[in-house]
């Protein structure tokens, strides 16, 4: 039909739930109940927690609650890239917080290490390879930051190569892209199947799931941290709060993160003859060095996942379930792949899919506790939790045990990051934002507003 999308018939959820195993769904909370540990959130970050925290207390009787199902959200909804970082990347870690960023590069590399050990000694497989990624640049501006990308990680010895000419085409050939740096320590993982591998890994532990069991209330007293459901309250003496972008149930956390809205296309399978056209000879990642960036990486049967550039506020942190289908991204994402890869214009698009990113002003994750140390916490990945909800995890843990350790000693996560103002002032911020973010994607030239937010430590980021 003239003027139809390639994308108007795609299935409107994540390609990542296509081929999991069977699983029944674990009961909602249907009676009071003790535990020794309860985990709110049922996402890598609270997946990761309750089985690190069987790690670590054998005996424990160990709850998690999930509002929905487990990986229903942000974690089932990414594009799998499983970054060597804690600190959404090297440059973020020398930029707000240089005296320990040798700290955090290193702590980064240990834990996707550990990561892929631990995936190992579950038998979890999550379709896990370290093919590398792929950083690419159509501006001359954004040239020079990949040089710039490539002295700072030779400075931790972080193996890079920069690509240009024949040596780029032969990793990715569009009319779009003038260098590129590959690095080949980055991962790449199946979100669905690392939800499902976790999620089995902790039932197969003893640990006891409740899924659309939505925590409705929080108090303390004593020593017990209550935990309330629409049919039952939960009680422990240990709470670890996982709930990535969702209203946080802590009230003076919800102005340290905005719901960010992410858009994703994933195309047909493709042909070896239609990759070759592209230039794409392997299976690692691909993202450009815009503000609007996109991301791209390949599937096991042979699609292309297309996201990112749009990154969506809604006014008053609106989260409903229907701005996850947004045909204006889709069509900006369609027109922008099109761009990429002439070559590839006009294949269809069989999966479309929106995600909420927990943004935070500082652009990584932190840590803290309440209620006199009986609960613990850690948001604001800002999109870069998949790696990084392991370590935050093990942090939680650490905080929760009174522990002293080098994850629970780094700024990184003791500091607060700076609060959303909030509305109608919140939303004229995120727009000026963006649009100078737009503007310096477009020019090469940083505005004044945006000098100003580095200076103090402030960024905008998916």
Known sequence: MSGQSHFDDAFRFPVWRQGLPEQTICPPLAQDTSADIAIVGGGFVGLWSALKARERWP?????????????????GRNGGFC?????????????????????LVRLGRQNLDALEADLGTYGIDAEFQRSGKLNVAA??????SLRAMKELYGSFGIDAQLLAGRDLAERLDSPLY???????NYALVHPGKLVSGLRAACLAAGVAIHENSRV??????????????PDAILKAPKVALATNADIPLLRRLRPTILPVFDYSLVTEPLSDEQF?????????????????????????????????????YHRGGRRDPELLDRAKS????????????????GVRFDHRWGGIIDTSARTTFFAGTAYAGHLAYALGFTGQGVSASRFAALAMLDLLEGKRTERTELRMLRSRPVPFPPEPFCDIAVR????????????????????????IGVGFAS
């Open 59 to 75: 005996d424990a009787q160990i709850v998690v609650i999930e509002a929905a199902c487990c990986g229903e959200a942000a974690s």
């Open 83 to 103: 970054a060597p970082s804690i600190s959404h990347g090297v440059a973020n870690a020398v930029a707000r917080w240089p005296g320990e960023a040798e700290t």
């Open 139 to 144: 501006k001359p501006w954004q040239v020079d």
């Open 178 to 184: 003038v260098a590129g740096l590959f690095e080949p």
């Open 216 to 229: 409705t209330s929080i108090s303390r007293r004593n020593d017990h941290i209550y935990l309330g459901t």
């Open 276 to 312: 070759r056209s592209i230039g794409w000879s392997g299976n690692y990642g691909v993202a450009d060095c815009g503000n609007q960036f996109h991301y791209s990486r390949k599937t096991a049967d042979n699609r292309i996942l297309w996201g990112g550039f749009d990154a969506i």
């Open 330 to 345: 889709f069509a900006t994402l369609e027109a922008n792949f099109s761009a990429a890869f002439p070559a590839l214009a």
């Open 432 to 455: 000026w934002t963006q649009r100078d973010l737009a503007r310096e994607d477009e020019t090469g030239r940083r505005s004044p507003m945006l000098r100003a937010l580095d200076r």
